[in-house]
């Protein structure tokens, strides 16, 4: 119980933000002046005139990088409490950590020479 | 002294990790000497297991043991990778894939196995799983622009999460129901606790099952089976039928071994239940498959129901019948891939049943051998294949599952029509189509092997149930 | 209030998780999924497991959301309209779903007549879930699975880099 009252400033904020956005939105809905044209209502792409729909098929080669990405990114979550507990597991905790590095380091090289990383080229 | 106990799954992890660098950071690659540097991280693997031999040890409570029957089913997956890896070199050669990845995967799998059977920790069994089932679903698809494989590699791949996360769901409510996932301490956890939780532990048990049944492909959870061995390169679907289904069994039996006495008897009639359908089914559809390799994956269904006969009571004659059924089957089952395999030119292979009139005119040895597994499979005398069926059937009469055993003896006659139709076809058909057949001294060693064990074990099986009745059980209880 | 907190997110999760299947255009379903992944990580705020709420948000919300999003993006607009159609799955698939919510509903709550709460661990519950107490126990008691999943991790990467490559 006391927990949750820990994250009250929190939830607090979050209220906060929730309802600046929506009355901010809703407020310059109804205070500002509609004069709507086909210029206007079309999405704003940097100032690009669009020239079709952005529902296309894109390429491959996007995956492969988040799913690199996302196996990265599950070993800086192992690392993360690691590091919280680093001063009390003492040597062996840091032998454990080398081993789980060097294991995913064998990843790493293999990725650069089978080229992973390479976004043009393809010399495998 | 800990170290030790590790070395056989840390020796094969580190002989994939060489194997993956070497052929990824080396200029001019020798094919040869990855399968050198594989096979003999495995030898050593099985060294250092066999030193283990008869010395029980336990690391963290539990979390890593090594017991006879860990060594015992660490041994039997490091021999089918050797076999898998040795019978692989030509068909990875022919259709000119990597090596580097391929050899490294199996032994990542070769280890995940281990982990599997070597852990009273639901924890690890589950991340074992893992370990085996991811490699397992690249190696699917591992050659490219086949047909069906990648079709195949999908569904194994979903199915395989979908039945994991159940397992995880099974492990999520074991620690709700008893405040650990350590199965050798549910049943004092829950007799502390009489009867309190026991509807939570049965919907874990029932979910444990559902997740490795996937794995071994008992009926209801058995669909992906024919698609993904038959989409799957033949030297995968041969890992993948006897190492992979091997590994859940142990998982399974370990499970099955400590959590009965909690759950009493419970789930006895679900596993005749299971049993008399897995069998039964099974084997009914292998009868009108036209592709060997469909042909095989019902069969190795149907192998699943025949050892489910006996997991529902535990005493030392019912595990090492298992266990020595589980030998014979993936001896047998190892030899047809490893003869379906050599059914090739290049990269067409030639899976048809047809395929294999007349074999024996234009090649004996192979006709011989395909024989001596096929007999085995069925479960004719000679072979090891009758032996194993002999002592499955008879600790289960003795048991009292004398309905089970009738089911499963004409289950065996129904088996008998499909596998004896390819002796016959073979023996005394003419051939209709020419089919090559490209056999290699990787393929044919092991081979010579593994027919020689069937018959070994055919003619000298008391010996060994007899060491797996004395040295497996006793040390199963740590 | 705690009960009242944990029913508002628990009928939030729920809502949310029904909207990600319910949905017929992916983006909206994706959508829902990430209220629901953040709905998941303040259930675990609220039973002290702080570690894993941000986790759940870091790796869920964070990493895997782009894998799903980039899924939307690579496949081709017309799968949208195949989704929701009534089949003869679905009549299938729906009893037997109700089947099995039932009997896990009954099973539960004949389960529930007894006392459960004894069984559960002692957990000191100011601790647990911590980021240190986590550490603690990741790194000694369950230093075998935390290698494994290394490999795991390093099997991911092989199979990602080599299911890349064109065919040969």
């Known amino acids: 119980m006391s927990m949750i009252l820990n994250y009250l400033p929190l939830f607090i904020l979050a209220v906060l933000v929730g309802f600046f956005i929506i009355t901010s939105v809703i407020l310059s809905g109804f205070i500002g002046p509609k004069n709507p044209n086909t210029t206007k209502s079309s999405p704003y792409e940097c100032g690009i005139i669009p020239e079709d729909t952005a529902r296309k098929k894109f390429p491959i080669k996007f995956y492969p990088v988040a799913m690199l990405f996302v196996v990265f990114d599950v070993e800086l979550v192992f690392i993360y409490p690691w590091a919280v507990v680093f001063n009390k597991l003492g040597v062996s905790g840091y032998v454990e950590m080398v081993i789980f590095i060097l294991i995913l380091l064998v990843g790493y090289l293999y990725i650069l020479k089978r080229g992973g990383f390479e976004w043009e080229k393809r010399n495998f | 002294m800990f170290i030790y106990l590790f070395m056989p799954v840390f020796i094969s992890v580190l002989t994939g990790l060489i194997v993956l660098l070497y052929d990824a950071l080396m200029i001019n690659v020798r094919k040869w000497h990855l399968l050198f540097i594989s096979l003999a991280g495995i030898v050593i693997s099985i060294l250092y297991s066999a030193i283990l031999w008869k010395l029980p040890f336990s690391f963290m409570n539990g979390m890593f043991v090594s017991d006879n029957f860990s060594i015992i089913f660490s041994v039997l997956f490091l021999l089918s990778s050797a076999i898998v890896l040795l019978i692989s070199y030509p068909y990875l050669n022919d259709n000119n894939l990597n090596f580097g990845e391929y050899y490294a995967l199996i032994l990542f799998a070769t280890a995940g196995m281990i982990f599997m059977a070597s852990t009273l920790n639901l924890i690890v069994i589950y991340l074992g799983l893992e370990l085996l089932t991811l490699p397992l679903v690249i190696l699917t698809c591992f050659k490219k622009g086949r047909d069906f494989s990648h079709e195949a590699a999908i569904k194994f791949f979903i199915l395989s999460v979908f039945s994991s996360s159940f397992f995880l769901f099974g492990i999520a409510f074991m620690f709700g129901a008893t405040g650990t996932v350590n199965i050798a301490q549910v049943v004092m956890a829950l007799s502390t606790h009489k009867g309190i939780s026991f509807p939570y532990m049965l919907i874990s048990v029932g979910l444990l099952i559902l997740g490795l049944g996937f794995k071994i492909s008992i009926v209801p959870f058995h669909i992906w089976t024919p698609d993904v061995y038959h989409g799957a390169p033949t030297p995968i679907t041969a890992f993948m039928s006897t190492g992979a289904k091997l590994a859940g069994f142990a998982a399974l039996i370990r499970i099955l071994f400590y959590i009965f006495p909690a759950i009493h008897s419970s789930l006895t009639e679900v596993f005749i239940v299971l049993s008399v359908i897995t069998m039964t089914l099974g084997n009914i559809v292998a009868i009108s498959q036209k592709n060997i390799k469909r042909m095989l994956a019902y069969s190795s269904i149907a192998h699943s129901g025949y050892v489910l006969m006996v997991l529902t009571v535990f005493s030392p004659a019912t595990v090492a019948a298992a266990i020595f059924y589980l030998i014979v089957y993936i001896i047998a089952n190892l030899g047809a891939f490893g003869i379906v395999l050599t059914l090739r030119q290049k990269d067409k292979e030639y899976l048809d049943i047809t395929h294999f009139s007349g074999l024996a005119g234009k090649n004996p040895f192979l006709a011989g051998f395909m024989a001596v597994f096929m007999f085995s499979l069925a479960g004719i005398p000679p072979t090891a294949g009758f032996m194993g069926k002999f002592y499955l059937f008879n600790v289960a009469v003795n048991n009292g599952f004398t309905i089970l055993v009738i089911v499963g003896l004409i289950n065996t006659v129904i088996a008998a029509y499909y596998y004896l139709r390819i002796v016959y076809l073979m023996y005394m058909k003419k051939e209709t189509e020419n089919v090559p057949s490209t056999i290699s001294p990787f393929v044919k060693i092991p081979l010579i092997i593994l027919g020689i064990a069937t018959v070994f074990f055919g003619v000298f099986p008391s010996s060994i149930v007899a060491l797996f009745k004395t040295t497996l059980f006793l040390t199963l209880k740590l | ?168």
């Open chain 3, 1 to 168: 209030m705690g009960l009242i907190i944990f029913l508002i997110l628990g009928i939030m999760a729920v809502v949310t998780a029904s909207g990600v299947v319910i949905e017929k255009r992916p983006v909206y379903s994706a959508i829902y999924f990430i209220v629901n992944l953040i709905t998941l990580s303040l259930i675990y705020l609220t039973l002290h497991a702080e570690f894993l709420a941000v986790v759940q948000v870091l790796i869920y919300a964070g990493a895997v959301m782009v894998l799903f999003l980039f899924m939307i993006m690579i496949m081709p607009p017309v799968v949208e309209n195949r989704f929701g159609k009534i089949n003869l799955e679905k009549f299938i698939i729906i009893p037997l779903l109700l089947i099995l919510l039932f009997e896990i509903i009954y099973v539960l709550y004949s389960g529930l007549t007894i006392d459960i709460g004894k069984n559960m661990p002692p957990l000191s519950f100011e601790k647990f879930g911590g980021i240190a107490s986590l550490g603690q126990i990741l790194f000694k008691r369950y230093l075998v699975p935390f290698e494994i999943t290394s490999l795991i991790l390093l099997v991911a990467v092989i199979g990602a880099v080599y299911l890349r490559r064109p065919d040969q």
